[in-house]
Structure formats: C-alpha cells, structure tokens
C-alpha cells in the first residue's frame, strides 16, 4: 500500500478520534476535535498531491479517497447536531445528498461507467468543510472562553454568522445534488 492511500485510511482513523474527542468530557475536547478535522483535511489535501505528484493514483484510492471525505463529513456534521451547532436538517440534508450520489455513482459502476466529481460538488465539499471548521472552532471559542482565554464580543456576531453559513452550505448541497441527479437520470429511470 502506497503512501497516499495510507494517508487516505488515516482520515478513517482520525475521523474516530475527531468524534471521540467531540463528544468527550475532558478538558479541550472541542478544541482538540477541532485541530483533528483540520489535520484530517490536510491529509485529504496531501494524499491527492502525493498520488498525482509521484504518479501512484490507484483504483483503491480513487475509490476510498471520495468514501473516507463522506464518512469523515458525515461524522462531523451528525456530531454537531446534539451539541446545537448545526440543525439536525441540515446534518440529513447532508448525508441524504451523499447517500444518493453515492448511490448514483454504484449503480453507474455497475454499468461500466464512472462519474467523477464535479466542479459544483467540490464547491460544496469547499462550504461543507468551511461550516464544519467554522462551528468547530466557534464550540473551540466558547470553550476557551469559559477557560477565561478569549473575549466574547465576536463570539455573538459568530453565532448570528451561523445560520446563514448553514443555510448558504445546505443550498449549495441540495442544488448540486439535484444537478449531478438530473444530469445522471437515466442511471435511475433508463428507459425515459
């Protein structure tokens, strides 16, 4: 197993630990869990670079790169739903959307066809990432400042930023779904 795709199984792993810390009671969970998503996002950055760099892009990573980012997004989004940082809505729109391309994308496989990513999608994958690391680091703020190591002035205008990040993230999800769906149709009803 080369590199990139040991990097690509390490978001797997970081993704556990992101959740564990997230949820957990210790000291600087939300903290920690925040600088864990943003390792993990690295390594989906650096994974790519290598493979494409070093000419060792695989059939294995080409598969599980585009997987490991749905489950590493998914835990994220699902996590912050009980901690009130994002809507369960929009944490279902979310996973529902990736659900069904994943699901498109299986059933053209099937067929010999491969879908790759669009340009719209890795825009929303771009929104998606940014909200994450927005409320991560909004709960790491909050919880510095019960610390007694941050101010709360901007902590306000961050939460009223919220919703409308939410809403700009959930938009974009939902359109390139709808998108890709439609320019793909015919995989769900071949004969129209």
């Given amino acids: 197993m080369n590199w990139a795709n040991r990097l690509t199984l390490s978001r797997l792993v970081l993704t556990v630990l ?3 810390a997230l949820n957990s009671s210790w000291h600087y969970a939300r903290t920690s869990a925040l600088l864990i998503f943003l390792i993990a ?6 994974d790519g670079e290598i493979a494409r760099r070093y000419g060792i892009v695989t059939n294995f990573g080409k598969l599980m790169d585009p ?10 989004f699902i996590s912050l739903v009980p901690l009130k940082a994002v809507p369960a809505w929009a944490a279902t729109t979310v996973v529902a959307r ?19 990513a669009e340009r719209l ?17 909004l709960l790491s703020a909050e919880e510095l ?17 919220g919703p409308i990040l939410v ?11 709808l998108g890709f769906t439609w320019r793909n149709r015919e995989l769900i009803a071949p004969d129209q």
């Fill in 18 to 20: 992101f959740v564990l």
């Fill in 41 to 46: 996002g690295l390594t989906d950055f650096i």
């Fill in 67 to 76: 997987l490991v980012d749905k489950i590493m997004m998914a835990a994220a």
């Fill in 98 to 116: 990736d659900f069904l391309i994943t699901g498109l994308r299986l059933m053209a496989s099937a067929k010999g066809r491969v879908l790759p």
């Fill in 121 to 137: 999608g890795k825009q929303k994958t771009s929104w998606q990432i940014v909200t994450v690391i927005f409320f991560l680091a």
């Fill in 145 to 161: 400042r019960y610390a007694g190591e941050t101010s709360t002035w901007w902590l306000r205008a961050w939460h009223e930023a």
């Fill in 167 to 177: 809403w700009i993230t959930v938009a974009l999800t939902v359109y390139s779904g």
